[in-house]
């Protein structure tokens, strides 16, 4: 679901910036000028800005559409019975489980576009705009990609589950 409407949007705000570029009256030319907006105001320079925000928009709507498409692979897959597919059953159950990774990797990355266009749009209001956007960004994914701690209590966790199983299996609880 969460695909489908990142895909909805990424379409939405294409069509957004194509009216933006393509306006008759002006459209975003009339940013030039303005006290607020730093940096390269020419025809060319907003041309290339909004086309950059265009593309950015453009892969977050292919990637999501392919998060949809392998979501919805996997969905079908795994109401396929065991007995009528060809391949024996656990690598049946490995094909659903990849087709599954691959639809949350292109949502990942669809996401990640979708973060992308943010500092993209800023760069419309100057260089420094989008300088602060993209270290912030960086933050942002790197407090959200690492986790130091995996190694810490991780392995003491697993000792105390198989702890656990085994007083459930021997019926000792």
Not at 7 to 17: F, G, H, K, Q, R
Request: proline fraction near 3%.
């Amino acid at each position: 679901m969460a695909s489908t409407l990142l895909a909805s949007m990424a379409i939405m705000m294409c069509s957004l910036m194509a009216v933006l570029m393509t306006n008759s009256n002006g459209g975003y030319r009339g940013l030039r000028g303005k006290d607020f907006v730093l940096g390269d105001t020419s025809d060319l320079a907003l041309s290339i800005k909004f086309f950059s925000i265009l593309i950015c928009f453009l892969l977050a709507f292919l990637l999501n559409v392919q998060s949809i498409r392998y979501y919805s692979h996997a969905g079908l897959l795994i109401n396929v019975p065991a007995r009528s597919q060809r391949a024996a059953p656990p690598l049946a159950s490995e094909y659903v489980a990849a087709a599954l990774n691959r639809g949350s990797y292109f949502w990942s990355l669809g996401l990640r576009a979708f973060y992308l266009s943010f500092p993209m749009f800023l760069w419309i209001f100057g260089p420094v705009p989008m300088l602060v956007s993209c270290l912030g960004l960086v933050l942002m994914l790197y407090f959200l990609d690492v986790h130091s701690g995996w190694g810490e209590n991780g392995e003491e966790e697993e000792e105390e589950e198989r702890e656990e199983e085994d007083w459930v299996v021997h019926g000792q609880c």
